[in-house]
């Protein structure tokens, strides 16, 4: 996969990821997006800060969510707040345009 419209991801992610002039995947979202699409098994991936992990991890389960049903498809574990709230924002600009894909960070020391 040498471009993002090379991949199967939905058409609305893949509108989204344009918006934000994402064209070319990254070193680490070339293996692991289509891993993550095709595989069942847990993929180990490791890359420096700022080379998109977040959209190598989530793009492909975004992908997989059924929009229809109202039950948590994706949970993803954080080790801090800053780090939740960075994943959260990713997520919800790659889903700007599914209106029925919804993301919140969840963390302790605040009201739920």
Known sequence: MNLFTESNLRADVLQAIGDFGLVEPTEIQKPTIPFISTD????????????GKTAAFSLPILDMIDDNSRKIQLLVLCPTRELCLQITKNIKKYTKDVKDIKATAVYGGSSI
């Open 40 to 51: 069942t098994r847990d993929p180990i991936a490791l890359a420096a800060t700022g080379t």
